[in-house]
Structure formats: C-alpha cells, structure tokens
C-alpha cells in the first residue's frame, strides 16, 4: 500500500519543476502555492484509497438488507414466470330496473386488505346515470394488486343529483369527502390469477331523507355456476377469459390466463377450452366444469402465434392435435394436448393467419395473409397436401360440407373451393374487409364481420347472395352463434364489447361491456 502512495509525490515533483516556469510572470508566490496544493492532493489520495473499500462495503450491505426487507415484508414476491401480481376486475351492476333517476360521478376508487390498509384502485372519473344503465354493466377498473384477502371497497363520489319535477337537484354527499365504504365477503386474490367483483347498485334505496345521496352498493365475489349456459371471450389487451352467463347477458366471472390471448377452441366434449396466449407461446387449459386453468402448454416454435383450430382424437377423451398458425415465422406448429408438447412444425404460405379444421376429412385449412394462397395440411401425416391460389389476403377460412369459404380481406371477397377436387368452385362480392364467419347450419347462413367498416354480413351459401348488413360495433372480429336461443355474439376489438345480435329479426340487443381487446369467443351448448 505505501509503495503505491509514493508513485504519487513522483508525478508531483515533475508537476511542480513545470508549473512554477508556466506562471513566473505571476511571482514566487505561486510556486509556494503549488507546493501547497500538491501536499493537499497527497492527503486527499491517501484518504480515498482508506476509504473506499469501507464504502463498497456498505453498499453491498444496503443491498442485501433491502433484498431481505422487500421478500420478508410481503412487497413483492418473485416467482419462475418473474413478478407477478393478481389481477381484479370490478364491475358496477344495477340488476332492476330503477324508478329513481340518479346522476354521480365515482372520482375515486379503493380496496382494503382484510388485515391491512387500503390500496388505490383508479381515479379515472366515471359519470354515473341509472337510467342509462339498467340492467347493465360498467366496467369500473382493471387492477394489478398484491396477493392477499380483502374485504372493503370504497368508493368516492361527487356531483350527486336526481331527477323531480323534469329538473335534477343536487343532493348532499356522504361524509368525509364523498366517501362511501362498502363491506363484503372476502375475496382471495392470488399471484397470476384474475377475480372479478361487482357493486351491485339499487338507485330506489339510494337517497336518505329526501336530500342525502347515500348509495345503496352490495359486494358479490364472482360465482360461475355450471348449470347455466356460458360464453368465454378472450381479452387480448388484459389477459384474462371473461365469463359470460348467456341467460343474463352479463358477465360472471374471469379467469386468468397468459400474455395476449387470441384464439381459443372447445375440445370435442366441450369440457377442455383450450385458449392461445400470443406473446407467451403457451396455451391455457381451461375446466370448462369448474372455471380455473388446470394446466398449460409450452411451445418452443413459432413466432407471433395468432389462430388455432382442433382435431379431436377419437380414443382420448378431451384431446386432439391443436394446428396454430404463426404470422411472424411462416408456419403452423402442431401440438399433441394429451402429451402436452410441440410434435411438429409445418412451413406454410407468407403470413398464415385464419385456420380451420375438417375432422371428417382429417384437413386443416390455412388462410396464409401474405401470399395470397391457402394451404391444405393432412392431419394424418401433418404435411402439405395442396396449396391453392385465391384473391388479396385471405384471413379467414369457413368449412361449409364439401367447401371452404376463403374471407379476402384486401379484395372484399370470398373465394369457394371444393374440397373434394380442391379447385375453386366460384367468387363472391362480401363487405368490406372481412374478418371472420361462421356457418349457422339451422339458419343456413355464414356470418361475416366485417372489421373495416363495423358490421355484419348475412350470406347465403348456397345462392351465394348476402342479403343484409347490420352495424355491430366498430371493429367486430370473432363470432358465435347460439342457435337454440336465437343468438349471435361478436366481439367488438375496439369499443370493449361483445355485441348481441337477434339472427331472426337481425337486430342488435344488446352490448355486453368485456375486457380490453375482445378477440376469439367460443360458447359452451
């Protein structure tokens, strides 16, 4: 150590026989000076060098004790998949029809820990009119919060007026500062899992005293029950399966899945929904029974997964060969869901985007969006049997019989090829930008959404006529039909929606309010 501390007075001897030349002008005193400020610089050297492994040491001590304080306290907690919270989703409900015509805006929204303090939800203003709501949902939040068991939900409202006399008068807010606290059953939130919780809303028991507003809110955790009709939708911007109970027309529950859900199939018993989580290459398996993901699979190929289409095996109950088409690689990636692993790849046309499967023929139909053409795989063998050339990027692919209906979203067109002969068949005119169809064979109809222009088309295959299109939405992408009910849901990308449509009288009902992105939907008979 002191040898290195003397390489130093070295160098400021050979400083100071220069600078005094450098400032002679300046006098004798600026040598003295030199002199001085060189010891000090020997000083402050020597002090640094002591100094700095004291410092490094307590730095790597900081470190390590916030590392210890952060997985003790319960802050945040790692995991294999990384950093992970539960998300919540919380709705408000208003079940009846109100006779009170109320308007408040919520400010403020908040969750309390069953044994802890509250946590901020959103302070995105919401208006609040219950006339415009009835028998409606508003979704109030989507939330990422720590694991654990809560309780209270509060509320802070502002501008609490009602209707009497054809005028609205405003009525006096709950204290401290419009906040109204609302007590539950406790609800478990769990690391990389989705709940849902909803305000149940009754306006008619909202006002005390003819001029308190005092809302009348009860907590109800989410309850999917079994025995009713459900439809599940895939939220691609929130990362969750939204429940919807198809008799209320309202959303039940959520269920929480990987990044960017998009296209989703039933198994064949309908008792495996099997969902494609986009930017995690994984697909959640869902229990359709009870509501939860059993399981998952991983992929190792494939990039930007979009669709994918199913054929059943005949000897294992619940499971098949799942084919996914992947925009960004050219292919489509084969996996085996009983074995719960890739088998194959299998290269396709230029940017393969809808897919769909004849089990009867054991083929796999793919629209590829980039060059033009559809790609026919045999299931058997999962290779390539025909490539056919059809109109400006084709997106999607109906199976009709013996046809397939290819939707060209750049030409507004759909394409018919046999088959059989795998020739094409004849063209047809469709709405602008198709996206995708389905086949109604009680009604005898393809359903076309046509995401350009924000509606959709009724056309008859066997006269190849559309003979109407409806608005539904802004940007409607993926369809179901309920035929025993008279029902046809198609989900609206951009407005957060799954609209309602009557198939008979061809007039929407209803908008159901979803997640973000509302993509692939699938409904259980």
């Keep these: 150590m002191n040898k290195k501390i003397e390489a130093c007075p070295e160098r400021s001897r050979r400083d100071r026989s220069q600078k005094p030349a450098l400032n002679e002008a300046e006098g004798t005193g600026v040598s003295k000076q030199y002199a001085v400020k060189s010891k000090q610089k020997k000083n402050k050297l020597l002090t640094a060098c002591c100094l700095l492994p004291t410092a490094y040491f307590l730095v790597l001590a900081s470190c390590l004790l916030l590392l210890v304080f952060i997985s003790c306290s319960g802050i945040v907690k790692p995991d294999k998949n990384g950093w992970m919270e539960g998300r919540l989703v919380l709705y408000l409900y208003l079940p009846d029809s109100p006779q009170q015509d109320i308007n408040f805006t919520i400010e403020e929204i908040g969750i309390k820990q069953k044994d802890g303090g509250w946590i901020k939800l959103s302070e995105k203003p919401f208006t609040i009119k219950s006339l415009n709501i009835t028998n409606e949902q508003v979704l109030l939040t989507e939330s990422s919060i720590n694991e654990g068991e809560y309780n209270r939900v509060m509320i802070r409202v502002s501008n609490a007026s009602v209707r ?41 028991k909202s006002i005390l005293n003819n001029y308190l507003f005092n809302p009348s809110i009860n907590i109800e955790s989410q309850k999917v029950s079994t025995q009713t009709l459900l439809l599940y939708v895939t939220n691609s911007g929130s990362d969750y399966v939204s429940v919807i109970d198809r008799f209320e027309n309202r959303v039940v529950g959520v269920i929480g899945v990987e990044k960017n859900p998009t296209g989703l199939v039933l198994s064949q018993e309908q008792e495996r929904l099997y969902v494609l989580n986009s930017r995690s290459n994984s697909i959640s398996i869902i229990d359709t029974s009870q509501d939860y993901v059993r399981d998952r699979i991983q992929f190792a190929s494939g990039i930007e997964p979009i669709e994918m289409a199913m054929i059943p095996y005949t000897d294992k109950r619940n499971h098949g060969k799942l ?17 719960k692993s890739q088998i194959k790849s299998i290269n396709v046309g230029n940017a393969p ?27 058997m063998t999962d290779a390539v049997k025909a490539t056919i ?19 060209n979203a750049e030409s507004d067109s759909i394409t018919v090829i046999d088959t059989i002969t795998k020739t094409i068949k004849g063209r047809i005119q469709a709405g602008i930008n198709p996206r995708k169809g389905i086949y109604s064979e009680q009604y005898n109809r393809i359903y076309l959404s046509n995401y350009g222009v924000g509606q959709v088309s009724f056309l008859i295959p066997s006269s190849a006529v559309i003979t109407r299109s409806i608005d539904a ?14 029902r046809l849901y198609i989900t609206d990308y951009s407005s957060n929606k799954v609209i309602l449509i009557n198939p008979i009288s061809e007039v929407v009902e209803k908008a159901i309010t979803s997640g973000d992105k509302p993509y692939g939907i699938v409904l259980v008979k």
């Design 389 to 407: 050339n059809v109109d400006r990027k084709p997106v999607d692919i109906v199976v009709v019989r013996d046809n397939i209906y290819v939707l």
């Design 164 to 204: 009497r006399n054809e005028k609205f008068h405003t009525l006096a807010l709950p204290q401290p500062k419009g906040e109204v606290e609302i007590e539950g059953t406790v609800v478990n939130i769990k690391r990389g899992e989705s709940m849902a919780i909803f305000l149940t809303w009754n306006p008619d």
């Design 353 to 379: 985007l809808g897919v769909s499967a004849n089990s009867s023929r054991q083929e796999i139909y793919v629209a590829n969006s980039g060059s033009n053409s559809v790609s026919i795989i045999d299931s």
């Design 473 to 486: 939405g802004n940007k409607p992408i993926g369809l179901a039909i309920d035929e025993g009910r008279n």
């Design 323 to 339: 084919y996914i088409t992947n925009r960004g690689s050219n292919d489509v990636t084969v996996v085996d869901t009983f074995m």
